[in-house]
């Protein structure tokens, strides 16, 4: 197996830039995989995507010096089990609450006795369809779990969480946690949470994860002490870019479209 060169930076504390796959489509990770990102989201939770997409996305960014990250729409065991198998090896489970809801995630990615994925990946990709020799025993040193914590409850247990064994590392989902705290992100009463919560994390020993569309605080959350941040999407900079190009020739250099931030 190769080594999860991600896993491996944020372990070690190393600053790993990402961005959201949200289209569902194959060439367009094949495009951003060759543009310098560390990491790279195949949203499941929010993206048209559905197992077989997914695993054509894994397939064009091999070999490329990129680690996917797959986000499935909820951590069911059933699901973890199928995207390990079709070849994901870093996951970001979404509203994860509880020690014990991550517990449960760590018990899914892994096999007996220390877990309970099951035992098929000899015909999966995971394995290269069995050529890996003791697949099985190797899997868990390769296999990153990342968190998602983005509710008022989550921020309560965020200690716990972090500390659970076998969390790679912990993300901060804005958008959501904004709207369980019934406030704007940008206000000070969400964005002093997030400062919490990274502080947290990384006081936890596990390193501390976000994304914002918005550059400034982006840089704000990297000063606190997160170091997996995903700064972008592909359908935003692909529509805001294209405006910003039509507007320069049909609308006298018209300003840039926006694109609401979170």
Request: hydrophobic share 40%; charged share 25%; net charge negative.
């Amino acid at each position: 197996m190769s080594e999860n060169k991600f896993k491996t930076a944020i372990g070690s504390g190393q600053q790993q830039i990402g961005l959201w796959l949200s289209t569902g489509e194959a060439v367009v990770a094949d495009i951003v995989g060759r543009t310098g990102f560390d990491w790279l989201v195949i949203d499941g939770e929010h993206g048209p995507n559905d197992l077989r997409s997914i695993m054509r996305q894994l397939q064009v960014l091999d070999g490329l010096p990129v680690e996917p990250v797959v986000r499935p729409p909820v951590g069911s065991k059933w699901m973890i089990k199928q995207l390990l198998d079709i070849g994901a090896r870093t996951l970001l489970i979404p509203m994860v609450n509880t020690p014990e809801e991550a517990a449960e995630c760590v018990r899914s990615v892994r096999y007996p006795p220390n877990g309970d994925r099951g035992m098929g990946a000899i015909v999966a990709r995971a394995s290269r369809y069995g050529t890996v020799s003791d697949y099985a025993a190797q899997a868990s040193d390769e296999i990153c779990l990342l968190v998602q914590v983005e509710t008022k409850e989550a921020l309560e247990n965020l200690e716990a969480i972090a500390k659970t064994d076998g969390v790679d590392g912990v993300f901060i989902g804005p958008a959501d946690l904004s709207a369980d705290i019934g406030k704007p992100l940008k206000s000070d009463e969400v964005l002093s949470a997030i400062d919490q919560a990274i502080e947290t994390i990384v006081a936890a020993g596990k390193p501390a994860g976000i994304l914002t569309f918005d550059e400034e605080l982006n840089r704000r959350f990297i000063a606190r002490g997160a170091s997996f941040v995903a700064v972008g999407a592909d359908v935003t900079v692909l529509l805001t870019t294209l405006a910003s190009l039509s507007g320069r020739y049909k609308n006298g250099g018209a300003e840039p479209m926006k694109v609401t931030s979170y």
